[in-house]
């Protein structure tokens, strides 16, 4: 299985609700990322967790709050978005510590339009 | 620090020509290079790469690199272009340190019937 699956894969939301993200893997990667892409533009990291601990936050604003709650999973918390946060939020998984080579695996992603 | 500067924004071609996407690197250390694909509304797909081992790197779907490091360049080629490969193609390096992977800015290439 070499697959990350992420769900929803469309959500729309208000600016005052309470949504979440999640993402799914089980090619025992130790490291999972979550990336926010607009469109027209190349991926930009938000946050890397490294045998589940949070490792890199990319200065991401606290209405993003992410959580790993086993090597398989990987959740975005997301609440009070503002509309410019709309945008393709693309999960991914690799191995971790020194066995990290950079190859990533990504989900498809999940479309998020915040009104 | 490293950067990726992908030289076209857009590449069009006819099915059944070549296909050149550019890339040049900078990179303080031997570099690991990757080239993803991203199709509409679609992930990224790791198409090939480079971790210093040979120069001219194969990859999926007739795909191929060559790592130039006189040039600090990664170019993209593929001798017949096929519809399937109309995508977003971004050029990538990894830093180990850091776990980061820093995108170019992106190839959109059409193919035209």
């Known amino acids: 299985d070499t697959e990350v699956t992420q769900t929803p894969k469309h959500l729309v939301m208000g600016m005052t609700n309470k949504k979440s993200l999640k993402c799914e893997q089980h090619m025992g990667h130790r490291a999972m990322y979550w990336y926010k892409q607009k469109a027209k533009k190349p991926p930009e990291l938000m946050f890397v967790?490294?045998?589940?601990?949070?490792?890199i936050n990319e200065s991401v604003p606290s209405r993003f709050s992410p959580e790993c709650p086993n090597s398989s999973l990987l959740n975005l918390h997301l609440h009070a978005l503002q509309p410019e946060d709309s945008a393709l939020y693309l999960c991914a998984s690799s191995q971790a510590g020194i066995r990290n080579t950079g190859e990533l695996f990504f989900g498809e992603g999940s479309r998020l339009t915040v009104l | 620090a490293q950067s990726v500067t992908q030289l076209d924004s857009h590449v069009s071609v006819s099915e059944g020509t070549p296909v050149l996407l550019r890339c040049n690197y900078s990179s303080s250390y031997s570099p690991s290079l990757f080239w993803y694909v991203q199709h509409p509304n679609k992930g990224l797909q790791l198409l090939l790469k480079y971790t210093s081992a040979a120069t001219l790197v194969k990859g999926i779907n007739g795909f191929e690199a060559e790592f130039k490091k006189s040039e600090t360049s990664f170019h993209l080629t593929k001798p017949s272009a096929h519809m399937s490969d109309a995508a977003e193609y971004f050029c990538v390096v990894w830093k180990a340190a850091g776990n980061k992977l820093t995108f170019g800015g992106g190839t959109r290439v059409l193919v035209k019937p």
């Open positions: 967790y490294s045998y589940e601990k949070l490792s």
